[in-house]
């Protein structure tokens, strides 16, 4: 999994299927995740124009294939999983590399089709929580190993 996450924080830009307003939510606490990182994220979400963190607003897409540049794009994806698969076929089609599943947002089928489609994969079991891999605990770590991997290459 440790290659998958530098893969994953490798691209320039980041998406979050499930993105919400509601800061109770996942889809809000990952969103957030990647703005107290400055990283380029923006939400994905049919339901919203825009989505407020701090005195940010970011303006939403509503599918992973209106992404303005989807093949540069990491997609963090909080959805159940009779709609994450969707949103997996769909990103595979407009070219996204690398998806992160959410702790509860995919079944046995979600997961494989992921693994067996993407460049790189996380979810699943692993991680340090209990839960499976999750971005809010387990993403500095990777974050750090993808940015330690980017010096290196430019040494």
């Excluded at 540069?72 to 998806?99: C, D, F, H, Y």
């Excluded at 991680?127 to 991997?149: F, H, P």
Aim: with cysteine.
């Amino acid at each position: 999994m440790e290659t998958a996450a530098k893969e994953f924080f490798s691209s320039p830009r980041f998406a979050v299927a499930g993105a919400s307003q509601d800061p109770r939510k996942f889809g809000y606490k990952v969103l957030a995740w990647y703005h107290a990182r400055s990283l380029n994220v923006q939400p994905v979400t049919p339901s919203r124009s825009s989505i407020k963190i701090s005195s940010t607003d970011y303006p939403t897409v509503s599918s992973p294939s209106a992404l303005p540049c989807p093949q540069e794009t990491s997609l963090s994806i909080i959805t159940p999983p009779s709609i994450t698969i969707n949103i997996l076929r769909e990103a595979r089609k407009a070219g996204i590399p690398a998806v992160w599943l959410q702790p509860g947002s995919f079944d046995d089928e979600g997961l494989k089709f992921a693994k067996q489609e993407f460049v790189a994969a996380i979810g699943g079991e692993g991680g340090i929580g209990d839960e499976g891999w999750c971005v809010l605990v387990d993403g500095d770590e990777g974050l750090r190993k993808a940015r330690n991997n980017d010096e290196k290459e430019r040494l």
